[in-house]
């Protein structure tokens, strides 16, 4: 066949777009995957400040604005950023890979997108609608005024009259609101949008190239609500490492790839803060963070490397590696950009690495688990201690939420008794879990009234958060239980003047 015949024999064969768009709609951003690749947009623009702005009525959300103080865009490079395909600004530090993001992360949640921009002296806007696009992929152009109007905001701390841009989502449609009303949803957003924003930009906030602000305001209002910034939650920032030789950097050699870095850390036990929890789902978040360009786009996972994914015995185990530019080709990424998808040579690879002080990385989960079951060992002592009964149960109750700050508790009992020794006037039992108050005392300070158990409450407070390191069998040396003694009888002697 020659070229002529070959040539007759294909046909130019464009996709139904209707069909298409309604498919890609379906691909499966989570809300804040999509605003994350908003941000992306952002970054790409060199913004140094984004805010992300709800807009809601009585009944649901209607509209989110993501608006960036960054280099905005000329009327040209708009027009090619709003191409499924391409985006306008691919360079070594580029966020973005397949030209799809900000469309795709739009149209998962509404079905219209709007961006307006301002560069230099001239405003454009380029807008896309589910129905557009299924008309042959027509994009609208918006007028250079309402462009400009859109980017006047008010959006704090930004000025967008010389330079940025405004992505705009209206008519959503993906995203229900709660059984409990909009204001539920929007907390749930936003709590949703702090862990993840502050996590997958972490080393961006940290070093203060970016800020990024969360808030909300009604369609009927002029002022925003619930505003906030967002922290960074970097995932390998702790006080103290859960074992003293870590972290240690593994090399690792991919064959005919070439090499990277693996940076393994190992979290200590009993960690409440934010940084581990990552949305109280430590267990889900062990294993690999792989960054791109400074942004984080997996986090946790072990990419085959290992078969029980989410062992909790294993959820102390973090590594870090940075993917260059160079292994782009090997090293995919799904389309939301949360996942990695290692080359096949990966997992091998990974177990066989050695760190410069001899540690084999397939011992590595082991030394992991091994800190974890230590904590399992010191957990129960390590529940904070609050007093059982013997208050008024309004107080109780508060007491746990202050002392115990949501987490298990162990409760220490509080009673009026006669005392084993008769110059005391308070015992520590440790072995009972039990706070032992002379009845002398009571007697005394309530002046021979009758009383319940629950009587004196700020007496019994008072001592209980002056004793409750006593209850911690290990802080009780001989020299702590000669300082009780003297602190019994100084109080009993004190109790003599009332």
């Known amino acids: ?67 960036d103080d960054g280099h905005g865009m000329t009327e040209s490079l708009l027009q090619r950023a709003m191409r499924f395909g391409a985006h306008e600004d691919i360079g070594d530090l580029s966020l973005g890979k397949f030209g799809m993001g900000m469309k795709l992360a739009s149209f998962s949640h509404a079905k219209t997108l709007s961006v307006h921009t301002v560069s230099g002296a001239s405003a454009c806007g380029r807008r896309w609608t589910v129905e557009g696009i ?31 841009s405004v992505i705009e989502w209206s008519r959503i449609d993906r995203l229900a609101t709660s059984k409990n009303g909009v204001d539920a949803t929007l907390s749930q957003l936003f709590n949703r949008l ?79 803060s934010p940084e581990y929890k990552l949305g109280n789902r430590a267990a889900s978040r062990q294993g690999f963070y792989f960054y791109r360009n400074d942004r984080l786009i997996q986090a946790g996972g072990w990419n085959g490397v290992v078969e029980h994914e989410t062992e909790p015995h294993t959820s102390l185990a973090r590594i870090a590696v940075d993917l260059p530019e160079s292994m782009d080709e090997h090293f995919g990424l ?20 050695t760190s410069a002080s001899g540690v084999q990385f397939s011992k590595y989960r082991s030394l992991a688990e091994r800190v974890y079951r230590k904590k399992d060992v010191r957990a129960q002592t390590d529940y904070p201690l609050v007093p059982d009964g013997a208050l008024p149960a309004e107080l109780a ?70 004793l409750e390191q006593d209850f911690d069998k290990a802080r009780h040396s001989a020299q702590r239980r000669k300082q009780l003694d003297a602190l019994s009888e100084l109080l009993s002697t004190a109790l003599r003047f009332e």
């Open 1 to 67: 066949m020659d070229d002529k015949e070959l040539r007759s024999a294909r046909q130019s064969v464009p996709p139904n777009a209707e069909q298409l768009i309604n498919a890609l709609r379906q691909i499966g951003y989570s809300f804040e995957q999509a605003v994350s690749d908003l941000v992306d947009n952002c970054v790409n623009a060199k913004a140094k400040n984004v805010l992300i702005r709800l807009q809601y009525d009585d009944q649901a959300i209607v509209q989110l604005l993501v608006a």
């Open 194 to 272: 702090r862990v993840h924003l502050g996590l997958h930009f972490h080393r961006f906030l940290e070093s203060r190239r970016l800020s990024i602000r969360l808030d909300s305001q009604h369609v009927d209002g002029s002022e925003a609500d619930r505003a906030t910034e967002i922290a960074a939650l970097n995932p390998f920032r702790y006080d103290e490492s859960g074992a003293p030789e870590f972290p240690q950097n593994f090399p690792v050699t991919i064959p005919e790839i070439g090499k990277i870095k693996a940076i393994a850390h190992i979290w200590p036990p009993n960690s409440k």
């Open 334 to 353: 799904n389309v939301q950009k949360s996942l990695v998808i290692v080359p096949p040579p990966f997992a091998e690879s990974m177990q066989a690495a």
């Open 397 to 466: 109750r508060r007491a746990r939420d202050v002392l115990g700050d949501g987490s298990k508790t162990r409760p220490v009992k509080i009673v009026w008794d006669e005392l084993s020794d008769p110059g005391a006037l308070f015992e520590v039992d440790r072995e009972e879990m039990c706070l032992r108050l002379d009845k002398r005392m009571r007697r005394k300070l309530l002046g021979g009234k009758r009383g319940t158990q629950t009587d004196l409450p700020v007496v019994k407070l008072l001592l209980f958060l002056l």
């Open 134 to 164: 299924s008309r042959n992929w027509l994009l609208e152009e918006i007028p250079s005024e309402e462009a400009r109007e859109a980017t006047a905001g008010p959006f704090p701390s930004m000025d967008l009259a010389r330079c940025g």
